[in-house]
């Protein structure tokens, strides 16, 4: 599977950002696609995740009420409107695929995206 991040970018504390993950290759409708962000000098943290088959949808705790996932399968898409940002939302976020034991940690998926970098001003 091949993926790709984007829609990073500069916005002020409040404000709302959607990212979007597009998948190629085999049968990205099957996997569990997960968001992960990594800030300066941390390691990389569970931020959503669905299944999407069921499309059921998990989120950490720091973005309960404020993000949201969402799968378009048509076009092998998914993605993470981001509202209400904060300054600690600033980091790099990634989106990876795979069938995880555990979906919260990054170890069990098995693709990865390049990184999109979002940045959250006072």
């Known amino acids: 599977v091949q993926l790709q991040a984007s829609g990073g970018g500069l916005v002020q504390a409040g404000g709302s950002l959607r990212l979007a993950c597009a998948g190629s290759g085999r049968a990205f409708s099957r996997d569990v696609i997960g968001w992960f962000r990594q800030g300066p000098g941390k390691e990389r943290l569970f931020v959503s995740a669905?299944?999407?088959?069921?499309?059921?949808?998990y989120y950490a705790d720091s973005v309960k009420g404020r993000f949201t996932i969402s799968g378009d399968n048509d076009e092998d898409t998914v993605y993470l409107q981001m509202n209400s940002l904060k300054l600690e939302d600033m980091a790099i976020y990634y989106c990876?695929?795979?069938?995880?034991?555990?979906?919260?940690?990054?170890?069990?998926?098995?693709?990865w995206g390049r990184g999109t970098l979002v940045t959250v001003s006072s």
């Open positions: 669905i299944t999407r088959s069921s499309g059921t949808t």
């Open positions: 990876a695929a795979g069938r995880p034991y555990n979906l919260y940690s990054p170890r069990g998926y098995n693709d």
